[in-house]
Nanobody, 122 residues
Framework: QVQLVESGGGLVQAGGSLRLSCVASGRTFSSYAMGWFRQAPGKEREFVAVISWYNNKYYADSVKGRFTVSRVNAKGTVYLQMNSLKPEDTAVYYC????????????????WGQGTQVTVSS
């Protein structure tokens, strides 16, 4: 079992930055791929970024060049650094863990956090 807790969301103006954190507990962490997804009201859950167990990184086209995903296995923590934020980035952001996920497929992950709200104003 893996428990995930996100933090770091908040209200920020367009062009600003936030860093989201996701802390994992309950089971070893390093062998899991860690994904970030987001969901805005009335929209489907959307892939944002993932870092694999072998530390390859993949990003949605909409965030590439602005967001950076990283992990510190000794702390059981994955980060999402978000720069140059835009109003369309407004959503609830979720972290997810999967042992053998298809990176961008939300249904292939095994564990999910509770989400943290990110609101970007213009």
């Amino acid at each position: 079992q893996v428990q995930l807790v996100e933090s770091g969301g908040g209200l920020v103006q367009a062009g600003g930055s936030l860093r989201l954190s996701c802390v994992a507990s309950g089971r070893t962490f390093s062998s899991y791929a860690m994904g970030w997804f987001r969901q805005a009201p009335g929209k489907e859950r959307e892939f944002v970024a993932v870092i694999s167990w072998y530390n390859n990184k993949y990003y949605a086209d909409s965030v590439k060049g602005r967001f950076t995903v990283s992990r510190v296995n000794a702390k059981g923590t994955v980060y999402l650094q978000m720069n140059s934020l835009k109003p369309e980035d407004t959503a609830v952001y979720y972290c997810a863990a999967g042992s053998t996920p298809t990176y961008s497929d939300s249904t292939s992950y095994d564990y999910w956090g509770q989400g943290t709200q990110v609101t970007v104003s213009s």
